[in-house]
């Protein structure tokens, strides 16, 4: 899995390419909350849930289905976000499904359930280029370094380059006439 500061990062730079006006900080900040969610399923270690299981890491919560609950959730909260409803849950809802397709990019794991219910297969990118973050402790270590230097690279990098060409684009179409 990429870090949770990595995850956190699409939703950031899908805001900052379109603009505070468009998308305001708050609803961003629950978005980026959304991104790390489905990683909370690590609690399942704890109960004793294998890695493999529906409801184990990179399960149920790494699903389609769960970033669209996770979206529909969040729809409550709209009036306080000050965007509609439908703002709302697209915005979450893609943030938090952004988190199982980054999984599915990292070198390491079982793959994701992202058609969980329907279907338990974990899946893969067939393209992953994104080292996998060690769990715990062992993230402060070289390997955990090596995994942010892949995440700059893969990741951070990119959306900073679509995040400011996303401005420079909504700057342009203010001034054209």
Known sequence: MPT????????????????????????TAVAMAAAVLPDLDTIAFAFGIPYADDFGHRGASHSLVFAMLVGLCAMVFATSLRRSPMTVFCFVAIACAS?????????????????????????????RPILVSPIGAGFFSARGLSVLLSEMQWVWLPAIGLACFGRWLGGRARIAP
Do not use: E, M, N, Y
Request: charged fraction near 10%; hydrophobic fraction near 55%; aromatic fraction near 16%.
């Open 4 to 27: 949770i500061f990595t995850h956190a990062v699409v939703p950031l730079a899908a805001a900052v390419a379109l603009g505070g006006q468009r998308l305001p900080w708050r609803l």
């Open 99 to 127: 988190h199982p397709l980054l999984d599915a990019f990292t070198s390491g794991g079982l793959g994701v359930a992202l058609f969980w219910p329907f279907d338990a297969t974990r899946h893969f990118a067939p393209w």
